[in-house]
């Protein structure tokens, strides 16, 4: 019986995190202190720390509620072909949730790449006109417990298209950004999938285990 290769299946998958870059950007991990926040103007970075930063945020989880994102096919997005998204993630859906932050202290041009370990299911790009539009205080909740989040909406949280380009690449693991910000900076929130919980591969393993069992007896 192939017990071993349904083990396999079980120890090869990854719950999704930013697992690579290039360029000028940084992949972080929250601390207690904390070193990561998603608040107007946290790191209002200055000289070389000028960088576009990347950290993980809750992982694996079932989403309680729907969410709304921006982008969810591969395209390189720019101020000539960008038209607002409203693409939902329904409730019950295993995703992985990852903060982009560029928050330089005075006007830069930064670009960078991301890899992802899972596909990338959606991009949230816009803060919307208000908070009953503002994607990012909606979906806030997958913000991790290490980071400090706002408390409600402010302007500008998001990417204003222009100089600013957002390539989601074929294949869905890799997003290169090419932000221009000042104060309060550039937030991109990155949604990707995850694995369902422990419980469904044991119902997998059960049917290959059948199946095996199934073509012994034939």
Do not use: C
Not at 21 to 44: E, L, Y
Not at 89 to 113: C, Q
């Amino acid at each position: 019986m192939k017990i071993v290769s349904v083990m396999a299946l079980g120890t090869a998958l990854s719950y999704g995190a930013v697992i690579g870059v290039t360029g000028d950007g940084v992949i972080m991990t929250p601390n207690a202190t904390p070193n990561t926040g998603a608040t107007a103007n946290f790191f209002n970075d200055t000289g070389l720390d000028r960088k576009i930063r990347a950290w993980n945020e809750q992982q694996n989880v079932e989403l309680s509620q729907t969410i709304k994102v921006d982008l969810v096919s591969p395209n390189t997005y720019n101020s000539g072909n960008y038209a607002p998204g409203n693409f939902s993630i329904l409730a019950g859906t295993y995703v992985s949730s990852h903060l982009l932050y560029f928050d330089p202290l005075e006007s830069a041009t930064r670009r960078a790449r991301f890899q992802f370990d899972q596909d990338i299911i959606g991009v949230i790009v816009e803060d919307g006109t208000g908070a009953a539009t503002d994607k990012f205080l909606a979906s806030d909740f997958l913000g991790n417990p290490l980071t400090v989040y706002p408390g409600g909406h402010f302007n500008a949280r998001g990417v204003e298209f222009g100089p600013e380009i957002v390539t989601l690449e074929v294949g869905l693991r890799y997003l290169e950004v090419t932000l221009a910000a000042s104060n309060p900076g550039d937030q991109i929130r990155v949604i990707t999938a995850g694995v369902p919980e422990p419980g469904t591969f044991a119902l997998m393993g059960a049917g290959l285990l059948f199946a095996a069992a199934l073509r012994k007896r034939k």
